[in-house]
């Protein structure tokens, strides 16, 4: 342990958010990995005062370069300073013990602003930090949990082992707009999407026994339509005028996605026999890893 600062040596991890941007619309890279050789003692959460987050935005991953022994078990931390020394923890990943010699990589979701601090909490005690006069961790002891607030003292001179991933997040909704929103502009609680999807056109392919559907989905995900009584689309009726028809839609932007149902046997007969047909049809819109919404409208079709 080294003897410089407070019993708690340099656990401070994830060395904060670089203040060097990136290109716009595009992740940036903050803080850096090293291979640590000062050991932190357990049961302190530490943060790194230099590094912040340079806009606002999610982190989406970080990363700890282990040594060959004295390995640590950490949460990822991230702090707000509230006033003075007293900062809030504003999100956290889960305990994870890196593998030995590896440069170690976890995912996390922690949406945050300008000028956030990234750290960590030592589970166990181990390998963390270098000595580094430009660098000063903040460190208090506890392991302050999301919401939290706590007073933090400054030993100087270490930087910590521990780099982040900060991505935009254009509209808002706690997602990364580079590998965690599968709806880049719109909001939504599904990996950033909504489950809702809106049917701005419904018509009769020429005189043909076919109806053409277009709707605008948010991004990512399927896409069916067929009549509105239909089984499959989430109805109890098994009496249907159009074939259902499913699209897998991979583009994570708002588009317009049109397609083409065509009537079952029974529906062309009644096409056929009378002239004309009215069809209820069902817009069914499922994210990614989210629930199906749905939109109901007419269509009338003549022979």
Avoid at 113 to 140: M, R
């Amino acid at each position: 342990m080294k003897m410089s600062r407070p019993l708690i040596a340099c656990l401070a991890t994830l060395t904060a958010l670089i203040a060097a941007p990136g290109s716009a619309g595009a992740a940036t890279q903050v803080g850096q990995t090293l291979t640590p050789s000062g050991t932190c003692i357990s049961s302190y959460t530490w943060l790194q005062s230099q590094s912040s987050a340079p806009s606002d935005g999610v982190i989406t991953g970080w990363d700890y370069q282990a040594g060959a022994s004295n390995v640590p078990q950490l949460k990822f931390k991230v702090g707000r300073l509230v006033s003075g020394s007293t900062y809030r923890i504003v999100g956290e990943s889960g305990a994870v013990t890196p593998d030995a010699s590896t440069l170690n990589h976890y995912l996390v979701r922690i949406p945050v602003k300008a000028g956030d601090l990234i750290g960590f909490y030592t589970v166990t005690g181990g390998g963390c930090d270098t000595s580094n006069p430009s660098f000063t961790e903040l460190t208090t002891l506890g392991d302050v949990a999301p919401g939290a607030q706590a007073g933090f003292s400054s030993p100087a001179g270490y930087e910590m082992d521990v780099s982040a991933s900060l991505e935009p997040d254009a509209d808002h909704d706690g997602f990364g707009d580079e590998t965690q929103d599968k709806c880049v502009g719109t909001t939504g609680p599904y990996n950033g999407c909504p489950n809702t999807a809106t049917i701005d056109r419904v018509k009769q392919k020429g005189t043909k026994p076919k109806v053409k559907v277009t709707t605008t989905v948010p991004g990512a995900g399927t896409l069916q339509a067929g009549s509105a009584n239909d089984a499959s689309l989430a109805s109890a009726s098994a009496s249907t005028s159009l074939k259902p028809v499913s699209q897998a839609i991979t583009s994570f932007g708002k588009q317009q996605v049109t397609l083409t149902l065509k009537l079952t046997k029974s529906a062309k007969k009644k096409l056929a026999d009378k002239g004309k047909l009215k069809a209820q049809v069902k817009g069914v819109y499922t994210p990614e890893g989210g629930p199906a919404g749905s939109q109901t409208t007419k269509v009338k079709l003549k022979s």
